[in-house]
């Protein structure tokens, strides 16, 4: 049995739309393309992607538009000239923004007669093909089920619910995960090298202590789901493992910046936990409810 040949308009070609349009390309669809910058559009081309002179052309061409932009701001850039050629359309805007923006981004889409689903693409890099990239979705039901075959090609699919700022309320939240993993990685590798110490037999082990994560991340979910860890003891505990951290990044001239602040809050929940008379968490302090 041939495989279904769907038809598709990409919209924005920076790093993760290139992507979306190969492995649209490489699953047989019909691809047009539209991006500012033409030579971007032209490598796409040469793959065999069709041009769209403008934008109202990329909305004419197909159904459905993929939208891979910076954030949902440069969604109404782009698509507010040709406002008048989303009716009828299908927007599914796999741009990375707040979950309220994604929210207001939905109505204003609907508002111009098109339909709506919001994604937040989870990659290694921009490598949608790496058997960790997921994408997740949200909105109408009706519409990712009528849609998620045209779209499977891009990675696999996570649809969370009806509300159009889930994607990015899930996306953002496991970003929030990874840009302090990035920090701590680089003052990790830094306070290694400037001590002499080789950056790749230090990684080695950094990966095989990293297989623990998975147990702390159910523990502690557990554990926040009924108003966090807190243990006094322990958290003295992780305030002096702070100390130990800065003093051995500072020794050797490496910027503890980012530990400070880790201290900071083991420090502030010491001292909310002294206040109160009982153990609170840094949970309780991040969900605000000690302010």
Excluded: C
């Excluded at 699919?157 to 990685?185: C, I, K, N, R, S």
């Excluded at 400070?260 to 840094?282: C, D, F, L, M, P």
């Amino acid at each position: 049995m041939s495989q279904q040949q769907f038809s598709v308009s990409v919209i924005g070609l920076g790093p993760m739309g290139q992507s979306m349009v190969r492995a649209f390309l490489k699953a047989g669809h019909e691809v047009t393309v539209w991006n500012r910058s033409q030579g971007k559009v032209d490598a796409m081309v040469e793959l065999g992607a069709k041009r769209a002179a403008t934008v109202a052309d990329a909305l004419d061409a197909n159904a459905v538009a993929v939208l891979s932009l910076t954030h949902y701001a440069a969604m109404y850039d782009v698509l507010g000239p040709a406002a008048e050629h989303l009716s009828g359309k299908v927007i599914a805007n796999l741009s990375s923004d707040s979950p309220e923006q994604a929210r207001e981004g939905a109505k204003w889409v609907r508002s111009h007669g098109a339909q709506f689903i919001s994604g937040g693409v989870m990659s290694a890099g921009d490598d949608i093909e790496h058997p960790a990239s997921y994408i997740f979705y949200s909105g109408p039901r009706e519409v990712f089920d009528a849609h998620s075959e045209l779209l499977r090609p891009l990675s696999p699919q996570e649809y969370l619910g009806t509300d159009d700022g889930q994607a990015q309320v899930f996306y953002q939240a496991l970003l929030t995960m990874f840009h302090p993993w990035l920090l701590a990685f680089d003052q990790a590798t830094a306070m290694i090298d400037r001590s002499g110490a080789d950056i790749a037999q230090f990684v080695a082990f950094a990966v095989r202590s990293a297989a623990a994560y998975p147990t702390f991340m159910e523990e502690f979910a557990a554990a926040n789901q009924n108003g966090g860890w807190a243990d006094l003891a322990s958290l003295k505990m992780m305030d002096a493992g702070a100390q130990h951290i800065i003093d051995a990044s500072e020794e050797v001239g490496v910027d503890a910046t980012f530990s400070h602040t880790a201290q900071n809050y083991w420090r502030k929940a010491i001292a909310a936990s002294e206040q109160a008379g009982r153990a609170v968490s840094t949970y309780e302090l991040m969900r605000g409810d000690e302010r």
